[in-house]
């Protein structure tokens, strides 16, 4: 009769748990191999698409979201309306006043002389009574409030820390390709008590596998977090891939808190992003887009 062990007993069990952690290991491997490899467009950003369904008493009493002659959408009451909404709807079109910004802060009060639907390029355009316009600008409807109170400070010192914050942020994203090339980097004022870092970063020239181009978000305490990703793992299709880049923020819906504005830049298109702050995170509320000549 073979004498009970304790010690064996441990041992094969332990052996057990080896195996059984080695297979889990292996099949994670597997897993995340066969993710890379099959991957070969990557987009990711939070997006809320509730301007879309906004009601008819909403959307006809907006006011328009204005980025150089292009309608964005529409505001009412702290509502986001998407452009279609706004254009079908809403009675604030010619002669509604609007306040004009620049990256330099409010450039002045104009009018609407026309909006205008241009079927090619799926958008909405405007024409105001201004010719001397020649930077940038977002424009809202007019009224006594500044949103652009703070302008974003483009900070041109560029750290390990910032570059660690990127990578942060990627998380998973690094199997695709883990080089970061930081673009730019502005220190926003969101509200009174919530200020913080955007980076839009890519990487860097002919390291690893694809190419991606990333918006992040760094708040005081240095926690960092994606707000916008994309890889594309075939440069033959790059066409169809956007590089972000920072444009504004202000506080384009009055209600305490301000937005960011997100340029993306394809080979025939450039699409307008307006991000809200919410919870820690940033979430898309409206897009628009026009195509390059």
């Not at 026309?114 to 977002?138: A, R, W």
């Not at 199997?175 to 870092?197: M, P």
């Not at 918006?215 to 956007?242: F, Q």
């Not at 699409?271 to 995170?281: A, H, Q, S, T, V």
Request: charged share 25%.
């Amino acid at each position: 009769m073979k004498k009970y062990s304790k010690n064996k007993l441990k041992k094969k069990r332990g052996l057990k748990f080896l195996i059984v952690l080695l297979v889990i290991l292996f099949v994670v491997g597997i897993a995340l191999l066969s993710f890379v490899l099959l991957n070969k467009k990557v987009v990711y950003g939070k997006v809320d698409n509730s301007a879309k369904n906004v009601s008819d008493d909403i959307a006809s009493n907006s006011y328009p979201v204005l980025i150089n002659n292009l309608v964005i959408g529409g505001v009412y009451n702290n509502t986001w309306v998407s452009k279609d909404r706004y254009y079908n709807k809403s009675k604030n079109k010619a002669s509604t006043e609007i306040n004009v910004y620049t990256n330099e802060g409010k450039a002045g009060t104009y009018v609407i002389k026309t909006v205008n639907n241009n079927p090619s390029n799926n958008s909405y355009n405007v024409s105001i009574d201004s010719t001397n316009l020649i930077d940038e600008y977002l424009a809202v409807r007019k009224s006594d409030n500044n949103i652009m109170q703070t302008t974003a400070y483009r900070n041109i010192n560029v750290s390990q820390a910032d570059i660690d914050a990127v990578k942060d942020a990627l998380s998973y994203r690094k199997l695709f390709n883990s080089s970061v090339k930081i673009n730019s980097k502005h220190e926003v004022r969101l509200s009174d008590s919530v200020n913080g870092t955007i980076i839009c970063a890519t990487n860097e020239s002919k390291k690893s596998n694809g190419v991606y181009s990333a918006v992040v978000y760094v708040d005081e305490r240095g926690n960092a977090s994606c707000v916008k990703y994309s890889y594309i793992k075939d440069l033959d299709d790059a066409s169809d891939w956007p590089i972000y880049s920072f444009k504004f923020v202000g506080d384009i819906n009055e209600d305490g808190t301000s937005e960011i504005v997100i340029q993306e830049t394809k080979e025939f298109e450039v699409i307008y992003d307006i991000l809200e702050y919410r919870n820690g995170k940033f979430v898309e509320v409206l897009s628009a887009s026009t195509k390059i000549k």
